[in-house]
């Protein structure tokens, strides 16, 4: 998987393209994401939180970037922990 790659979720609606990856298997709403939809699978109720369009998830340590170009009802996770929304950078004061 490289930088510019779209992947699409087998479980909702959830489009993302890669922005940054290391490594580790990237799952929406449970199931794998794919270049293709893949076979319609059940969302893990667990694992439903949603996607937020044009926002940016990001593991922990910061290896994997994901931005959302479609929204869904599936979570993004890395090897089975969720992706969390990334935070803006403070502007810097003009005083």
């Known amino acids: 998987m490289k930088p510019g790659s779209r992947l699409r979720s087998s479980v909702c609606d959830s489009e993302v393209v890669v922005i940054r990856y290391a ?47 479609k929204p869904g009802k599936g979570t993004l996770a890395l090897d089975g922990e969720a992706l969390h929304l990334k935070e803006a950078k403070p502007l810097p004061a003009s005083d």
């Open 23 to 69: 490594s580790g298997a990237l799952t929406c709403g449970g199931a794998p994401l794919a270049d293709e939809g893949g076979d319609a699978a059940e969302i893990d109720p667990a694992q439903a939180g949603g996607t937020v369009m044009g926002k940016r998830y990001v593991d922990a340590g910061g290896t994997v970037e994901l931005l959302c170009v």
